[in-house]
């Protein structure tokens, strides 16, 4: 989401934090796909939703296009999800990918607000589709992640060596979680793509 310029309008610090932890988590996804020695499709910020200003995404009309979707397309073969306070109120921002459709879905608190071509993925790909976006909310414990995934072991990952502080990141089967002072903020599930000999 565009914001002001931050030379004119200083970020408070904790918000900085957070978008700091954000940007964090996301490079680590990659970082970890590349030591698994596979391959993440491109997943980028909705281009849409960025070029909003504050009071225009605020001023969306709640409606939940996403249950339709479902049921028509069904889960998604990867998806991102980041929760952003603003003005006091939390914005979900959701991207849904559908690589055999090569479809691209953007939403903003459930709203379909934008949609892109994908380029297609290599035969042999793992999808991450037993995961169900919405059962990922906003304000969400460690530990109530934890119960939600069941069987699914998560694991850890060690953060105090890059300065994040108040930070924590789980991994698991195919999915990453970004939590911030003990809340969820940030959830993005990878698919896997077979190395392809140059």
């Not at 934090?17 to 596979?38: G, Q």
């Not at 903003?108 to 071509?117: D, R």
Request: hydrophobic share 40%; charged share 20%; proline share 7%.
């Amino acid at each position: 989401m565009r914001r002001s310029n931050p030379a004119t309008s200083p970020v408070p610090t904790h918000k900085r934090s957070s978008h700091r932890f954000l940007i964090w988590v996301t490079v680590l996804a990659v970082l970890i796909l590349t030591v698994l020695a596979c391959n993440m499709p491109s997943l980028t910020h909705p281009a849409a939703i960025s070029n909003m200003t504050l009071d225009q995404a605020l001023a969306v009309t709640p409606r939940d296009d996403r249950p339709e979707i479902l049921k028509r397309m069904g889960r998604p073969d990867a998806f991102r999800i980041t929760f952003e306070t603003l003005n006091s109120k939390v914005v979900r921002y959701e991207q849904w990918s559908y690589f055999d459709d090569q479809t691209c879905m953007d939403f903003m608190n459930g709203t379909l607000v934008s949609t892109e071509k994908l380029d297609p993925l290599p035969d042999g790909s793992i999808f991450a589709s037993e995961y169900d976006p919405q059962s990922f909310q906003a304000g969400m414990s460690p530990q109530d992640v934890t119960t939600l995934m069941g069987d699914t072991q998560l694991t850890q990952l060690d953060t105090a060596d890059e300065g994040v502080t108040g930070g924590q990141v789980m991994a698991g089967q195919q999915i990453l979680l970004g939590f911030d002072q003990g809340q969820l903020v940030y959830v993005e599930t990878l698919v896997l793509t077979p190395q392809v000999n140059q």
